[in-house]
Nanobody, 121 residues
């Protein structure tokens, strides 16, 4: 079993910054793709950013130029640096990973528990 544990959410004023972290723990795995999603009240969960095993990145148009996703493979951790935060960035942020299990040679999808980000105007 692989577990994802997030940290770094909180309350920040508009224009401020936060850095989210998500660490994977367990055994017998490697992480292919990391994503960050977010879900605001009354809205569907949306993809915010993706980073592949080759460190290629992709961003939602709404966060391009403000958010940066990165990964530390040695620590099995992904980060989301969020700059120039806006009230509309307020949401619960979830990390997600596509994980390869060496023993089964299969891929699995795992989610973090979510962390609240609130941006005040």
């Amino acid at each position: 079993q692989v577990q994802l544990v997030e940290s770094g959410g909180g309350l920040v004023q508009a224009g401020g910054s936060l850095r989210l972290s998500c660490a994977a723990s367990g055994s017998d795995f490697s992480i292919n793709v990391w994503d960050w999603y977010r879900q605001a009240p009354g809205k569907q969960r949306e993809l915010v950013a993706t980073i592949t095993s080759g460190s290629s990145t992709n961003y939602a148009d709404s966060v391009k130029g403000r958010f940066t996703i990165s990964r530390d493979n040695a620590k099995n951790t992904v980060y989301l640096l969020m700059n120039s935060l806006k009230p509309e960035d307020t949401a619960v942020y979830y990390c997600h990973a596509i994980v390869s299990r060496w023993s089964t040679r299969a891929s699995y999808s795992y989610w973090g528990q979510g962390t609240q980000v609130t941006v005040s105007s």
